[in-house]
Structure formats: C-alpha cells, structure tokens
C-alpha cells in the first residue's frame, strides 16, 4: 500500500498502538477513558481500509 492511502493506514495503526497503550498506562480514569476512544476510533478507521463497513459503523 503506497501513497497517500499507505500514509493513512500508519497513522491509523500508530494511534491505534499509541492510544491502546496509554488505556494501560493512565492514571487517571477519564484521560484514560479518552484514550479508549481514540482507541476505538482507531480501530474503526482500519476497518473501513479493510473495506468491512458494517464493522467500522459497529465499532464506533
């Protein structure tokens, strides 16, 4: 997957990673809580690159 939709698939991956760990590693329960949105977020963006849409529109 090159271009610009390559370029998009990392950026969801990475804040799906990054905000994944920060639902570990938070403290604090809301801050938390957002990460898992993003989280979710994240998850749902993969979905709609696999071409799942029903998955993605569950996700979120």
Known sequence: MN????VLFTLFAL???VS???V???PNIIHAAVALLFTFF????????????????TQL
């Open 24 to 26: 570990a590693v938070l």
């Open 42 to 57: 994240g998850v749902a963006g993969l979905y709609v690159f696999l071409g799942a849409d029903f998955l993605a529109a």
């Open 20 to 22: 994944g760990v920060l």
């Open 15 to 17: 804040m799906t990673v």
């Open 3 to 6: 271009g610009p939709a390559g």
